[in-house]
């Protein structure tokens, strides 16, 4: 490592530090510069040492310098209340696939400050497994919209029959008048998930109608047409919040029209490649 590459991120005003870290993940971004990793990687060890705002910086790159041996001290700093980068370390634990960090990230859901919540939930999405369930779970009953948002999102990555459990239970007692992130994710458990929206496509509740009509299309599953087409032409149901079911269907048909393009054009690229 070249020791200006390292001398830069300790010394100088803050902002001439910034700076020079923004170079530092330039260089192991666009060239793979190993003095510049080896620096970025000694700034995660030696946390500790440097100002929170490199650190917090750092972090939000932190794929870019990924190493398995900076373990310890992401799990440290994720502990560390007094340094009080929670949320970054959290995030660094994801990037760098920290799958020891799910017990202090799931210590971390109640935690007072909104961000630490937040990267905490992102954290366990792309660390947990099916026994991290029941911590998210109940938060799909929060409060706040951007963390029940964020913990389907969590959820649908999971996967498994616990997640799609969690989802589809606020999908049928929903708590909440909005629910098109539960939608959203719901439709990601494509094709074990479209018979139970069928279902509820067919129910008295319009606001199930509803939002089942907006997973279905988000499904880009040709079984749904007929159903969408159906709901469009004369379902006049009208939820809590004045959606109306045939529009949420034509909106439905759209975007599962959208989908199955999208999906038609990569397999094209594909063999195009392939060629």
Not at 33 to 41: G, K
Not at 86 to 91: H, K, L, S, T
Not at 176 to 202: M, Q
Request: charge should be neutral.
């Amino acid at each position: 490592m070249n020791p200006a590459d390292l001398q830069g991120l300790r010394s100088g005003d803050l902002e001439s530090r910034e700076e020079h870290l923004y170079q530092l993940l330039d260089r192991a971004r666009a060239r793979g510069d190993e003095s510049a990793i080896a620096a970025l990687r000694v700034l995660v060890r030696d946390y500790q040492d440097f100002h929170r705002s490199l650190y917090t910086r750092a972090m939000n790159q932190a794929a870019v310098f990924a190493d398995a041996g900076l373990q310890d001290p992401l799990l440290a700093a994720l502990g560390d209340t007094r340094y009080n980068c929670q949320a970054w370390a959290a995030m660094g634990c994801a990037a760098m696939d920290v799958r020891a960090a799910v017990p202090q990230l799931i210590a971390l859901l109640d935690h007072p400050q909104w961000i630490v919540r937040d990267e905490s939930v992102a954290a366990l999405g792309r660390l947990g497994d099916a026994s991290v369930v029941p911590a998210l779970r109940p938060l799909l009953g929060d409060q706040a919209e951007w963390l029940r948002r964020r913990t389907a999102d969590a959820l649908a990555r999971i996967g498994g029959d616990a997640a799609l459990e969690a989802l589809w239970d606020e999908f049928e007692h929903r708590r909440f008048p909005r629910i098109g992130y539960i939608a959203s994710t719901l439709a990601l458990f494509t094709p074990e998930v479209v018979p139970r929206l069928l279902a509820a496509a067919d129910r008295a509740d319009p606001d199930q109608r509803y939002w089942a009509a907006v997973a279905l299309g988000s499904t880009g599953d040709d079984r749904v047409v007929p159903t969408l087409e159906r709901l469009m032409a004369g379902d006049r149901g009208v939820t809590v919040f004045d959606g109306e079911v045939r529009v949420a269907a034509k909106k439905a048909l759209r975007t599962l029209r959208r989908i199955q393009a999208a999906i038609a054009a990569r397999r094209v690229q594909t063999l195009l490649k392939a060629d």
